[in-house]
């Protein structure tokens, strides 16, 4: 079992920044890939970024290249979020998630085995 919980969510006005932190708990945090995902109300939920398991490759979704930026800190078992330039189309609950799976499938939530509760990032106009 892999424990994660995110933090650093908040209100924000369009143009901010914000940076989300996940920290995992239980098995060793370097054998998984790390994701964020996110949902806005009455959407689906979408892919925005996946770190590989020693932090070198990256991949974002391609709309939110450039704002967005994922790391992670092996040491302290916690992947990050940098949120730039933030725009109220950003406004929704931000997840992230852990897969043991292969690189091939990091878009893909349902190959994701193990997810936070979520954090709240709203941007006001």
């Known amino acids: 079992q892999v424990q994660l919980v995110e933090s650093g969510g908040g209100l924000v006005q369009a143009g901010g920044s914000l940076r989300l932190s996940c920290a995992a708990s239980?098995?060793?945090?370097?054998?998984?890939?790390m994701g964020w995902f996110r949902q806005a109300p009455g959407k689906e939920r979408e892919f925005v970024a996946a770190i590989d398991r020693i932090g070198v490759v990256k991949s974002y979704k391609d709309s939110l290249k450039g704002r967005f930026t994922i790391s992670r800190d092996n040491a302290k078992n916690t992947v990050y979020l940098g949120l730039n330039s933030l725009e109220p189309d950003d406004t929704a609950a931000y997840y992230c998630a852990a897969t043991n799976n292969l690189w091939s499938a990091r878009s893909n939530g349902n190959e994701y085995d193990y997810w936070g509760q979520g954090t709240q990032v709203t941007v006001s106009s």
């Open positions: 239980g098995r060793t945090f370097s054998n998984y890939i």
